[in-house]
């Protein structure tokens, strides 16, 4: 974990890991970004997950994008040049028996949290624009 300590630093890095049964079931990641476009972004963060074409966009950063497997929010944190964001991605590794509707809004309600602490916890000068 780093922690961003104040408006000169430009770094922000956490993780949490669930686990179960000896499984790894969930890893939660956010850290500060700098993208030209929010469509690389999205590349980037769904290309070991999902398939480009499985992920919808929801409400929330930036840019929102979900699926069964991951939901990940591209946060506004820094207004400051450049002007920096936190790549905030749940991803589920072990899936249940809950029915796909119901596993991305888990994950997105998992992604909005996340980003709003993470928003905090990283000292952001930005409006997160995080709603739900």
Same mark, same amino acid.
């Given at each position: 974990?780093?922690?961003r @300590?104040d408006d000169?630093d430009?770094t922000y890095?956490?993780?949490?890991?669930?686990?179960?049964?000896? *499984?790894?079931?969930?890893?939660?990641?956010?850290?500060?970004? /700098?993208?030209? *476009?929010a469509e690389?972004?999205v590349?980037?963060v769904? +290309?070991?997950?999902? +398939? %480009?074409?499985?992920?919808?966009s929801? $409400?929330?950063?930036? *840019?929102?994008?979900?699926?069964?497997? @991951?939901?990940?929010i591209?946060?506004p944190?820094?207004?400051?040049r %450049?002007?920096? &964001? =936190?790549s905030?991605?749940?991803e589920l590794? $072990?899936? /249940?028996?809950?029915?796909?509707?119901?596993?991305?809004?888990? =994950?997105m309600? =998992?992604?909005?949290?996340a +980003?709003?602490?993470a &928003?905090q $916890?990283? *000292?952001?000068?930005?409006s +997160?624009?995080?709603t739900g």
């Amino acid at each position: 974990m780093h922690r961003r @300590i104040d408006d000169s630093d430009r770094t922000y890095e956490t993780s949490c890991f669930v686990n179960g049964g000896g *499984k790894m079931l969930l890893v939660a990641t956010a850290e500060m970004v /700098g993208y030209d *476009k929010a469509e690389e972004w999205v590349e980037d963060v769904v +290309a070991n997950a999902s +398939a %480009p074409s499985d992920v919808t966009s929801f $409400q929330a950063g930036d *840019k929102a994008v979900a699926s069964e497997r @991951i939901a990940a929010i591209y946060v506004p944190c820094r207004d400051e040049r %450049p002007r920096e &964001h =936190l790549s905030v991605v749940v991803e589920l590794r $072990q899936r /249940g028996g809950a029915a796909a509707a119901e596993v991305r809004e888990g =994950l997105m309600t =998992l992604a909005r949290n996340a +980003a709003r602490f993470a &928003h905090q $916890q990283a *000292k952001c000068d930005a409006s +997160a624009e995080v709603t739900g």
